[in-house]
């Protein structure tokens, strides 16, 4: 992929301890631009993959924002927070939970669900933020939204008598249960992938109250978004492994976040728009022809003799969006089709 200055995609590795917003300081420096937007927060206490976009990449966010996510999280049974995560303030308590109960709530949570947002969130009530009602003790209701788990494993389990067990399958995760069914789990380190507006730390609650115990989330890592890995983010070499051990131990590296050699990482890892994440956000890619280029760089009206490869709308799609290419791979911007008319969505020069 072509590399890029002030536009382009960034995959940055989100610190321990900073928030997004924070987080978009180092991309800022690097790569000398005010203009840069992230497309999907992580928690404070969360670390992992938050995908910055720059410059005029930043149309993208919507696309973006709207791919499914893939996190691993830490779940400590036996304590439900108001924020449900180890910032909060302490609104229930429980028994721990045994590990066969544990393991067939977990696999209930599997498919279309509907789930009962947070009350410590970005969502909006009447105008106001939630977490701002929130913190003001007031009282309201959110909605349950439909959301879908599409992949979910147990990777490891900590006993009561403080014994881990690391699970590398479903067939050690039977081996286990046939043993140890009765043994209650005080955490367990889960993988989870799902849908756009899913909240990991309501799926710990919820699954915690099926197997009649309480419970919230002490780490949270995002390593996927679409095709997007955390492994390729700048700053990843800062991030401890995710375990159990680490998430009771936590440390952040925000000071490295600081360097000159991060600035650079994030500038050497700066790339633009592929076809292969043109299709995972739902365009169909078209290049376009030598003469295309010129008239669609001069905003001419768009005609389909534009592209090379445009190959009609044989979905018979009424609304469609189409990625543009030049004949050297460059990611060009978005043109707007609705059934057999086009207009531009934007335009990178």
Same mark, same amino acid.
């Given at each position: 992929?072509?590399?890029?200055?002030?536009? %382009?995609?960034?995959?940055?590795?989100?610190?321990?301890?900073?928030?997004s917003?924070?987080?978009?300081?180092?991309?800022?420096k690097?790569?000398?631009?005010?203009?840069?937007?992230?497309?999907?927060?992580?928690?404070?206490?969360?670390?992992?993959?938050?995908?910055?976009?720059? %410059?005029?990449?930043?149309?993208?966010?919507?696309? /973006?924002?709207?791919?499914?996510?893939? =996190?691993?999280?830490?779940?400590?049974?036996?304590? *439900?927070?108001?924020?449900l995560?180890?910032? %909060?303030?302490?609104?229930?308590?429980? !028994? #721990?939970?045994?590990?066969?109960?544990?393991?067939?709530a977990? @696999?209930?949570?599997?498919?279309?669900?509907?789930?009962?947002?947070?009350?410590?969130?970005?969502?909006?009530?009447?105008?106001?933020?939630?977490?701002?009602?929130? @913190?003001?003790? !007031?009282?309201?209701?959110?909605?349950?939204?439909?959301?879908?788990? &599409?992949?979910?494993?147990?990777?490891?389990?900590?006993?009561?008598?403080?014994?881990?067990?690391?699970?590398?399958?479903?067939?050690?995760?039977?081996?286990?249960?046939?043993? @140890?069914?009765? !043994?209650?789990?005080?955490?367990?380190? $889960?993988?989870?992938?799902?849908?756009?507006?899913? =909240?990991?730390?309501?799926?710990?609650?919820?699954?915690?109250?099926?197997?009649?115990?309480?419970?919230?989330l002490i780490?949270?890592?995002?390593?996927?978004?679409?095709? &997007?890995?955390?492994?390729? +983010?700048?700053?990843?070499?800062? #991030?401890?492994?995710?375990? /159990?051990?680490?998430?009771?131990?936590?440390?952040?590296?925000?000071?490295?976040?600081?360097?000159?050699?991060?600035? *650079?990482?994030?500038?050497?890892?700066?790339?633009?728009?592929?076809?292969?994440?043109? #299709?995972?956000?739902?365009?169909?890619?078209?290049?376009?022809?030598?003469?295309?280029?010129?008239?669609?760089?001069?905003?001419?009206?768009?005609?389909?003799?534009?592209?090379?490869?445009?190959?009609?709308?044989?979905?018979?799609?009424?609304? +469609?969006?189409?990625? $543009?290419?030049?004949?050297? !791979?460059?990611?060009?911007?978005?043109?707007?089709?609705?059934?057999?008319?086009?207009? =531009?969505?934007f335009?990178?020069?």
């Amino acid at each position: 992929m072509q590399k890029t200055q002030n536009n %382009g995609i960034i995959l940055l590795a989100k610190q321990t301890g900073m928030t997004s917003f924070s987080s978009l300081f180092s991309v800022k420096k690097a790569l000398n631009t005010k203009k840069v937007g992230h497309t999907g927060t992580l928690d404070s206490f969360a670390d992992g993959l938050l995908v910055v976009l720059a %410059g005029s990449m930043t149309h993208l966010v919507n696309h /973006i924002t709207a791919l499914h996510k893939t =996190y691993q999280a830490v779940i400590a049974f036996g304590t *439900e927070t108001d924020t449900l995560d180890p910032s %909060g303030e302490s609104v229930g308590t429980a !028994e #721990l939970p045994d590990f066969s109960s544990f393991v067939q709530a977990f @696999r209930s949570f599997s498919g279309p669900l509907m789930q009962e947002p947070p009350h410590f969130s970005a969502l909006h009530v009447d105008g106001k933020r939630a977490s701002d009602l929130a @913190r003001k003790g !007031e009282d309201f209701v959110l909605p349950k939204r439909p959301v879908t788990v &599409f992949e979910s494993s147990i990777r490891e389990v900590e006993f009561e008598n403080g014994q881990r067990v690391v699970l590398g399958g479903t067939d050690d995760l039977e081996t286990v249960k046939s043993v @140890r069914s009765s !043994e209650k789990i005080r955490y367990a380190r $889960v993988d989870f992938k799902v849908s756009k507006g899913t =909240y990991i730390r309501c799926l710990a609650r919820d699954i915690a109250l099926a197997c009649q115990s309480r419970a919230h989330l002490i780490a949270l890592r995002r390593t996927e978004v679409g095709n &997007f890995r955390l492994c390729d +983010a700048a700053g990843y070499s800062f #991030l401890k492994d995710f375990s /159990i051990e680490n998430a009771l131990h936590p440390e952040n590296n925000i000071e490295l976040c600081k360097t000159p050699e991060f600035h *650079e990482e994030i500038r050497r890892k700066s790339s633009s728009f592929s076809r292969s994440t043109a #299709l995972l956000c739902g365009m169909r890619p078209v290049t376009l022809t030598e003469k295309g280029e010129k008239d669609f760089a001069n905003g001419k009206f768009i005609h389909k003799s534009f592209f090379s490869d445009y190959c009609g709308n044989p979905e018979n799609l009424k609304a +469609a969006q189409l990625a $543009v290419f030049d004949s050297e !791979e460059r990611f060009r911007g978005v043109v707007e089709q609705d059934q057999n008319r086009f207009k =531009y969505g934007f335009v990178i020069s």
